[in-house]
């Protein structure tokens, strides 16, 4: 049983490294403006979540998507996004006309589209049908200028893909503000850490040397406590490194914590390296809330939803690995050999993700 619990441990974390990143959650973000009878709307999409949704959007397959492709994708981008995204207003549908395309710094996409409704806008109602065809828990930040000058914020997904813009209802729309932006970032929190395996390898390799319960914790609150420092800083634009820093920096912690352990025999003074290290992590979660680009009114809210939703992910993986853990440290062949063995997976899975993010 022993052995079992130990391979499942080592296939789950060390089987998901990926060649670039670790994880990828899909996040993308739309500005549209109400005025007189026309929507515009200027969608951002991630590159390659973008050519995974349109096939055909990569025409060489060469893995990115050039000018060129971009000049020739008209047509393409109006039957899939423009024909996916729908304003409708009371008296009927609005019709849309592509306008443009560009690549955008940071690897985005962006998609121009303008819809012609019938008579001056009032109430309009936008919904996203195209989410269907982005990965699961994709979310859509959407920023709607209304007719008056009010802006109406909205958290979209695959479940929940239509907003409204109310210039008449802002007070209404505003009560339900917290809870329109701070369940979805709650669950995106969750869903980051929960697909993040660089984060959990890491968590893996600071416990899976053992020790008493007490050390162990202490060694998860200090991870905690500085990538909820990091990620405070990185958030509010206070600063935060390159992704080209942090993210090498977070392989090679997991490369260092997979050798360290085989000279270390508990956990007892782990929290040493556990601070600095999550603080690097803590840059790293960043990111996701960086790519929604939200208002700054909006970043607290959004910031602690975010990061209470990543602790509860981190803490419900604990609450399975932590346990199984201590059960397998009580043999003497897990605590001679299984450590090592997966150490050193843990390790190899570390320098590969370095090698593959240093490109």
């Known amino acids: 049983m022993r052995r079992l619990v130990c391979t499942a441990l080592v296939a789950f974390f060390t089987l998901h490294a990926t060649p670039a990143r670790a994880h990828t959650v899909g996040v993308s973000r739309g500005l549209y403006r109400v005025s007189g009878s026309s929507v515009e709307a200027e969608l951002v999409f991630a590159r390659p979540e973008l050519a995974a949704a349109i096939p055909g959007l990569d025409a060489d397959r060469d893995g990115s998507i050039s000018a060129a492709e971009v000049a020739g994708a008209g047509p393409l981008l109006a ?3 423009v024909r996916g995204l729908e304003a409708r207003t009371p008296s009927g549908p609005c019709g849309g006309v592509f306008e443009g395309a560009a690549l955008t710094e940071q690897d ?7 819809y012609r409704c019938r008579r001056e806008l009032e109430t309009v109602s936008i919904r996203l049908a195209l989410l269907g065809s982005f990965s699961l828990g994709h979310r859509h930040l959407a920023s709607a200028t209304a007719p008056d000058g009010e802006t109406v914020r909205a958290v979209l997904y695959e479940s929940r893909s239509e907003f409204q813009v109310v210039p008449s209802h802002v007070a209404a ?18 869903q980051h850490i929960l697909t993040g395996y660089d984060h959990l390898l890491f968590l893996l390799g600071l416990i899976l040397v053992g020790g008493r319960l007490r050390p162990l914790l202490v060694v998860v609150t200090a991870f905690t406590v500085a990538h909820s420092m990091t990620l405070g800083l990185a958030a509010l634009g206070v ?9 090498p920096a977070i392989a090679l912690s997991i490369a260092y914590v997979g050798v360290e352990n085989w000279f270390v025999r508990d956990a007892a003074r782990r929290w040493l390296i556990t601070f600095p290290f999550g603080l690097a992590h803590g840059f790293s979660f960043a990111g996701v809330l960086r790519d929604i680009s939200l208002p700054s009114s909006q970043v607290p809210l959004a910031l602690a939803s975010f990061n209470v939703g990543v602790e509860f992910g981190q803490l419900a993986v604990l609450a399975f690995v932590l346990p199984a853990v201590m059960w397998l440290g009580r043999s003497r062949r897990f605590a001679d050999r299984g450590v090592k063995a997966m150490s050193a997976a843990i390790a190899v899975a570390g320098l590969f993700w370095f090698v593959s993010r240093l490109r």
């Open 79 to 81: 039957d899939t996004i």
């Open 108 to 114: 985005g996409f962006a998609i121009r589209a303008a």
């Open 173 to 190: 729309a505003a009560a339900g503000a917290a809870a329109t932006v701070a369940w979805p970032l709650f669950r995106l929190g969750i």
């Open 239 to 247: 600063w935060a490194p390159s992704p080209r820093i942090v993210e």
